[in-house]
């Protein structure tokens, strides 16, 4: 029989690692569904906190939908099996100008990689960074429980 445990933090900071890739999905109205994208992300486990650098050009759609609550999920099965993180909040604008000196540590702590799926060279793409400190935030992990 196998069944979900909750990671404690060195699991699930081990298990995010510096970077990796996810899905977002931004609250909608209440008779829309979310609005859910592919995304690369950066982590921090000094700060518990993730670091996106989100396409905003270009008649991008998140554009809209910025400033709404999110989740953020991360998920992989491998030779332990399923494993997963999922964390709650609101994004946070980053610009260099405006942000405090531990959020610029974090981000060179940090490796968001570049994944292109945008059709079009990402040099031609704009980017913006953007943080989640969650609200809240929770590994879990298959475990097996056959006796």
Known sequence: M?????????ERDAFLGIG????????????????????SYGYDAETTAFFFRLAV?????KVTVLDRPISFVTHERGEEGARSVVATGTLE???????????LAALK????????????PPEQVDFEFYRL??????????????V
Do not use: C, Y
């Open 2 to 10: 196998v069944n979900e445990a909750t990671m404690d933090e060195r």
């Open 20 to 39: 990796g890739t996810g899905v977002i999905a931004f609250a909608s109205e209440p008779d829309e569904p979310p609005h859910a994208v592919p995304v």
């Open 57 to 61: 050009g270009g008649g991008s759609e």
């Open 93 to 103: 604008h980053t610009a260099e100008a405006d942000i405090a000196t531990e959020t």
């Open 109 to 120: 702590r940090v490796h968001i990689p570049i994944v292109d799926i945008f059709g079009q």
């Open 133 to 146: 400190v969650p609200d809240t935030f929770e590994g879990r992990a298959e475990s097996s429980t056959a």
